[in-house]
C-alpha cells in the first residue's frame, strides 16, 4: 500500500521488486482497501475527523470576532465529540 500510494509506484513496479504477479499486488490493494473501508465504516475515523475539524473552524470565527460565549459552547461540543 505504501509503495502504491505513497511512493506512487506501478503494480508492475511492485510486482517486480517482491516477484508476484501484477495480479496479485493488484488482489492485494483491492483487499486492503475493502478491509480500510470496513474499519472507517466501524470506526468513523474520518467522519469524527471533519466534525473535530468543522468545529475548529468556527472557534477560530468565535475567537477572531471574541465571541467567548460562543467559544465555550464549541470547546463544550468538541469535547462530547470523545463521549
Excluded at 500510494?5 to 506501478?10: A, G
Excluded at 473535530?52 to 477560530?60: G, T
Aim: charged fraction near 40%; aromatic fraction near 10%; glycine fraction near 2%.
Amino acid at each position: 500500500m505504501e509503495l502504491y500510494y505513497l511512493e506512487d509506484y506501478s503494480l508492475g513496479e511492485i510486482s517486480e521488486n517482491f516477484n508476484v504477479s501484477r495480479q496479485a499486488i493488484y488482489d492485494n490493494i483491492k483487499r486492503t482497501e475493502a478491509m480500510l473501508e470496513d474499519y472507517e465504516q466501524k470506526l468513523g475515523l474520518y467522519k469524527r475527523f471533519e466534525k473535530q475539524n468543522d468545529l475548529i473552524d468556527k472557534m477560530r470565527d468565535a475567537l477572531k470576532h471574541k465571541d467567548l460565549s460562543k467559544l465555550e459552547r464549541l470547546l463544550d461540543q468538541l469535547a462530547k465529540l470523545d463521549d
